[in-house]
């Protein structure tokens, strides 16, 4: 069964960082793109950053970038996300998705409140 | 940017009455190659993550019920169940992975009378 877990959200004050976590499991993660997927408090969904199987490309939203980045450790089945200069309007539920060209898994996600 | 509309927003049906919700995108979808369209949709219920419904337009995804039904091409698309159910209640995004940046439409919400 394919497993995503995201942890490391919170409240952080702006211009401050803060860095997800996801854990994946059930899947063999290095066969996989990644990516992060966010969705403001009532508001729809937004793709943030993917990131190839073998983390050698990395596509951002324009808003994220130079801000955000995407990574991944493949020995430890993990992606991640540094969120540098955060923004009121960086204030989200984040999920981490799993990329078969459409997002086909999707972890439970991880909110992250920027605000002073 | 590809820009993604979704309409209606908003729509209540009773039990056991179909329902249809359009998508339509800025620019085809529809990869000459392939003959196939980048469309996805997705289902997220109260309180929950989103779940992969359909993908390529008009495939289903391995569990979800033959009610739902993806059809169209090129820059319209239209997903329909055809039966709703108590547990259907949910708002609908359609997702296109033609192009980056990726983009979802607004949603429709649906909502069970």
């Known amino acids: 069964e394919v497993q995503l877990v995201e942890s490391g959200g919170g409240l952080v004050q702006p211009g401050r960082s803060l860095k997800l976590s996801c854990a994946a499991s059930g899947f063999t993660f290095s066969d996989y793109a990644m990516a992060w997927v966010r969705q403001a408090p009532k508001k729809g969904l937004e793709w943030v950053a993917t990131?190839?199987?073998?983390?050698?490309?990395?596509y951002y939203r324009d808003s994220v970038k130079g801000r955000f980045t995407i990574s991944r450790d493949n020995a430890k089945s993990t992606l991640y996300l540094q969120m540098d200069s955060l923004r009121s309007e960086d204030t989200a539920t984040y999920y981490c998705a799993r990329r078969a060209i459409y997002f086909d898994y999707w972890g439970q996600g991880v909110m992250v409140t920027v605000s002073s | 940017d590809i820009v993604m509309t979704q309409t209606p927003s908003s729509q209540a049906v009773s039990a056991g009455e179909k329902v249809t919700m359009s998508c339509k995108s800025s620019q085809s979808l529809l990869y000459s190659e392939n003959k196939k369209n980048y469309l996805a949709w997705y289902q997220q219920k109260p309180g929950q993550s989103p779940k992969l419904l359909i993908s390529?337009?008009?495939t289903r995804e391995s569990g979800v019920p033959d009610r739902f039904i993806g059809s169209g091409s090129g820059t319209d698309f239209t997903l329909t169940i055809s039966s709703v159910q108590a547990e259907d209640l949910a708002v609908y995004y359609c997702e296109q992975y033609y192009d980056t940046p990726l983009t979802f439409g607004s949603g429709t919400k649906l909502e069970i009378k």
């Open positions: 390529w337009a008009s």
């Open positions: 990131i190839i199987y073998d983390g050698s490309s990395t």
